[in-house]
Nanobody, 123 residues
């Protein structure tokens, strides 16, 4: 099981921004792919954004494309999720994880993930 620690969540008004961070232990940072997913109460888990840690190629869910940006700092074993123009429907627990298939967002599955950080967007 990997060790991933998310931070940066909070409560913002609609239209606001947050930046999430995920720090991985050395053995937990994938040299293949890292990603973010979210889960709201009563809803299924939803892949949000993935990034190849080598090339930096990114994938996004259609619901966040153009508003969210994933990035990574391999030297720091850290992945970020910049979230702009937040909407109430973005409210969820956000998790950092290691995707099994980097290009699959809609049907994403993850090898392991962290404890999550809560994002709440008020209208």
């Amino acid at each position: 099981q990997g060790q991933l620690q998310e931070s940066g969540g909070g409560t913002v008004q609609a239209g606001g921004s947050l930046r999430l961070s995920c720090v991985a232990s050395k053995n937990s940072y994938s040299d293949y792919c890292m990603g973010w997913f979210r889960q709201a109460p009563g809803k299924e888990r939803e892949g949000v954004a993935h990034i190849y840690t080598g090339s930096g190629q990114e994938w996004y869910a259609s619901s966040v494309e153009g508003r969210f940006t994933i990035s990574r700092d391999n030297a720091k074993n850290t992945v970020y999720l910049q979230m702009d123009n937040l909407k109430p429907q973005d409210t969820a627990m956000y998790y950092c994880g290691v995707p099994e298939h980097c290009s699959r967002i809609a049907t994403a599955t993850y090898e392991y993930w962290g404890q999550g950080t809560q994002v709440t967007v008020s209208s």
